[in-house]
């Protein structure tokens, strides 16, 4: 483990920013890790985890510091995913779905805007991303929802599915169409709807096969009215923010994957280091060991990547889409394959629910799924690559 272990200790984090990692890999410790099976058994919302997040104030990560946050690096907020998912993969994904949602607000909002809502979610709000729909999975712009304008209010009409967090959050980011703009791509727009508007309501909860504790819904949008100061810069401006949004998501994907990826190893390492086959521990056979010899370069590559993405958000930089496609498909690819060499390690208890490794490898498949599907990953990175 000392190869990984020094490439955690490289993080350039601030003093500020080590403190709490510290403060988060004890509260996943002691307070995280031990509930997760239970929550992943029952398919409860994990309620005392998020309170136990709040405790400490992590949503402060990402708020800016004028809004009641603490405006601290994209790579400690990735790090902190990290220790979250490795402790509870839908905890981690239940808390990085709020920064998924509330980072559009945060990049575009008006200052009215952000003074409105970003001061509770700084406090321990969630927010949820409402995006999908049956017919706009990839393809965001086959979208059906619609938002009609009418004097100060905004109507909106349709309905999202698969959105997480969506029964619990206290702000819905939602996008959509704008009535009389007739190009698909041109009438995205989005509209910030808070909880318990009338007409809101979910309609279907998802029992998924991993991160069960992560709350999944279908949402209805039946004629929720809004006031226009909801909406997300103008009309039209959907797009851009979407793909800008997408930018920041999907690395956090990718720390959300290495968490599981990091966590399966180190349980199947532990393992093979005291299970016992012929006379030896099953670490010392030759093919076990350049199994591990695969599992751990290919994490610290990852990592490392995962490290060096982060560092160029923080910089500022915007033209991270590649870099960003390449990090989510290779971090859920991983991550797939480490659970499932995971699971082998540990032969027949490795199919069982008394070891966790069954769980992270349920937990890990639908990283190669949302934020964009990894086949559709592997179409933008080959793309960027003609020459125009």
């Known amino acids: 483990m000392d190869v990984l272990k020094r490439l955690d200790d490289s993080l350039d984090l601030v003093e500020e920013e080590r403190l709490l990692l510290d403060a988060v890999r004890a509260l ?60 509870c993969a839908a905890t981690g994904l239940t808390w990085g779905a709020t920064f998924h949602a509330v980072k559009p607000v945060v990049d575009f909002a008006s200052v009215e805007q952000k003074a409105r809502l970003l001061p509770r979610i700084a406090a321990g709000g969630l927010v949820s991303l409402c995006i999908t729909e049956p017919t706009a999975g990839s393809d965001a712009t086959g979208m059906k929802t619609r938002f009609t304008p009418d004097g100060d209010h905004i109507v909106i009409q349709g309905g999202k599915t698969f959105i997480t967090n969506g029964e619990e959050a206290d702000l819905h980011v939602v996008f959509g169409k ?19 508007a009338a007409g809101l309501a979910v309609t279907g909860k998802e029992d998924k096969m991993g991160l069960r504790a992560s709350s999944t819904v279908s949402l209805s949008f039946d004629a929720v009215r809004v006031p226009r100061a909801n909406l997300l810069c103008e009309p039209g401006d959907g797009l851009k923010i979407l793909f800008a949004a997408l930018n920041k998501s999907r690395p956090s994907i990718a720390a959300h994957a290495l968490g599981i990826a990091r966590v399966a190893f ?59 496609s390449m990090l989510k498909m290779r971090a859920s690819d991983l991550a797939m394959r480490i659970t499932t ?3 082998q390690l540990h032969g027949g208890y ?15 498949k639908i990283t190669q799924i949302y934020e964009g599907t990894n086949q559709i990953h592997r179409q933008l990175i080959g793309r960027s690559f003609i020459e125009k």
């Open 266 to 324: 180190e349980d199947a390492v532990a393992y093979i280091n005291q299970r016992r086959q012929s006379g030896r521990n099953i670490i010392e056979f030759q093919g076990i060991q350049f199994m591990l010899a695969d599992m751990a370069t290919d994490l610290a590559l990852c990592e490392s990547w995962l490290w060096r993405v982060g560092a160029m958000i923080d910089r500022g930089e915007d033209d991270i889409g590649i870099e960003s």
């Open 28 to 87: 996943c410790r002691d307070r995280i890790a031990p509930r997760s099976a239970a929550y992943d058994q029952s398919g409860e919302f994990p309620w005392d985890n998020v309170k136990a997040i709040n405790d400490l104030g992590l949503n402060a990560m990402f708020i800016p510091e004028e809004y009641g946050g603490a405006g601290m690096s994209y790579v400690s907020y990735l790090a902190t995913v990290r220790e979250i998912a490795k402790a």
């Open 350 to 364: 490795g199919y069982c629910k008394d070891y966790p490794v069954e769980r992270y490898m349920r937990d890990a």
């Open 178 to 196: 704008w009535f009389g703009i007739e190009n698909d791509k041109a009438a995205i727009s989005v509209v910030l709807v808070e909880k318990d």
């Open 341 to 343: 060499d995971a699971v």
